[in-house]
C-alpha cells in the first residue's frame, strides 16, 4: 500500500530538547515536504526536498532542521524546540513539481 | 507573494443543502488542486484543476478553475453529513501553497 508514515503521532515534551519526528515513503517519490497547521492559518510549508541531498526552506523555516540522506525518509529535526513550535505537523510526498501531495497522518507536538 | 484566499472558512449546513466554497488568488497559478481532510488524518487530493475554464465533477462535487487561473470554486449539491471535514486549495510548484482551509459541517 502506497503510503507516507510519521513517527510519532503524538509527543509532548519540553522546550530544549531536541527532537525528531521522522518520515517515510515507499512510492519513491523525488520530492518530499514538512508542513505545520495551525487553526487560521492553514498548511504551511517547512522545508521541501527535491531529490537526495537537495532541500531548500519554504515559508517558515525558523527552528527546524531537515536532512534527505536517503529517496525515502525526511526527518524534521527540531534542534532546541519552543513553546511557539506547537503544531500538528504533516509530511507529504509528490512524483513532481505542482503534483498532488500524499499526505501522512500527521504528529501533533506539544512543547512546553 | 503568491497567496491563496478561501471562502467561507466556516460553513454549516443542513443535509441536502447546496455549497459553494471559493479559493482565490491575484496570482496566476498553473495548477489549483482541492483536498479534503478528516479529523485526525493527513489531507487527501480529491482533484486538480489545469487549464483555465476547466469544469471536473467528482459524484456530487463540481470543481471549476477560472478562465485567468487565479481562482477555483468548490460546489457541492445536496450536502450529505459525510462531506464534514476540512477543505484545502492549494497551488503552486516546489513551495506548494496552502489556502486556511474551509471548515463544513454537515448535519443531519
Known amino acids: 500500500e502506497a503510503q507516507v508514515t510519521q513517527n510519532p503521532r503524538y509527543l509532548i515534551t519540553v522546550t530544549g530538547k531536541k527532537l525528531t519526528v521522522t518520515c517515510s515513503q515507499n512510492m519513491n517519490h523525488e520530492y518530499m515536504s514538512w508542513y505545520r497547521q495551525d487553526p487560521g492559518l492553514g498548511l504551511r510549508q517547512i522545508y521541501y526536498s527535491m531529490n537526495v541531498e537537495v532541500t531548500d526552506k519554504g515559508d517558515v523555516p525558523e527552528g527546524y532542521k531537515v536532512s534527505r540522506k536517503e529517496k525515502r525518509n525526511f526527518p524534521l529535526i527540531l534542534e532546541s524546540p519552543s513553546p511557539n513550535q506547537t503544531s500538528l505537523y504533516f509530511c507529504?510526498?509528490?512524483?513532481?513539481?505542482?503534483?498532488?501531495?500524499?499526505f501522512g497522518d500527521g504528529t501533533r507536538l506539544s512543547i512546553l | 507573494t503568491q497567496l491563496l484566499e478561501q471562502s467561507p472558512q466556516f460553513l454549516s449546513i443542513q443535509e441536502g443543502e447546496n455549497l459553494t466554497v471559493y479559493c482565490n488568488s491575484s496570482s496566476v497559478f498553473s495548477s489549483l488542486q482541492w483536498y479534503r481532510q478528516e479529523p485526525g488524518e493527513g489531507p487527501v487530493l480529491l482533484v486538480t484543476v489545469v487549464t483555465g475554464g476547466e469544469v471536473k465533477k467528482l459524484k456530487r462535487l463540481t470543481f471549476q478553475f477560472g478562465d485567468a487561473r487565479k481562482d477555483s470554486s468548490l460546489h457541492i449539491t445536496a450536502a450529505q453529513p459525510g462531506d464534514t471535514g476540512l477543505y484545502l486549495c492549494?497551488?503552486?510548484?516546489?513551495?506548494?501553497?496552502f489556502g486556511q482551509g474551509t471548515t463544513l459541517q454537515v448535519k443531519p
Open positions: 507529504a510526498s509528490t512524483q513532481g513539481l505542482g503534483q498532488p501531495q500524499h
Open positions: 492549494a497551488g503552486g510548484g516546489g513551495k506548494l501553497i
